[in-house]
């Protein structure tokens, strides 16, 4: 049963959930099974690239993000899935020992015009490293079911 609702997402609101540490051991294998470019899968590649070191995969960040996205409140809120991301950018490179943190900024919130039982909330979710860096950046669309659809209008 959710515990959260479209209603309980205010504008501005920023929260962090969860860390993942990234392993040397993930990224590679990661990497072999969905991106294996030479910067994912050794040390000297990494080095001689434009990353500075081997790094995880943009896509590999994406999928930790998702997870600490559903670990962190998502699982417990009323989601009808999402139409979409609308921005995703890998804005530092993710190497092995990095921590990543989970930070969710409420950017817009609105109820559907066709749907009144359901709202849309526009998020800004980051990954920020233990140096405070945003690895990653992105803001997606989130359908999220109101607590009383037979309610009014806004």
Do not use: Y
């Not at 030479?38 to 590649?45: C, K, W």
């Not at 800004?124 to 037979?150: C, Y």
């Amino acid at each position: 049963m959710p515990d959260i609702f479209f209603e309980d997402f205010i504008i501005g609101e920023v929260k962090t959930f969860g860390s993942h540490q990234f392993g040397e051991e993930e990224i590679i294998a990661f990497a072999r099974e969905f991106d294996p470019q030479p910067m994912h899968l050794d040390q000297e590649a990494g080095k001689a690239s434009l990353l500075g070191g081997m790094a995880a995969s943009g896509w590999h960040t994406c999928a930790i993000m998702m997870r600490l996205i559903c670990d962190g409140f998502l699982l417990r809120t009323a989601g009808m899935g999402s139409p979409g991301i609308t921005e995703n950018k890998w804005l530092a490179p993710v190497f092995p020992g990095d921590v990543l943190t989970l930070r969710r900024t409420v950017l817009e919130s609105r109820t559907s015009r066709s749907k009144p039982e359901m709202g849309l909330v526009t998020f800004r979710f980051e990954l920020v490293k233990a140096d405070k860096t945003v690895a990653m950046s992105q803001v997606s669309v989130i359908m999220i079911g109101r607590r009383n659809p037979g309610a009014r209008l806004a």
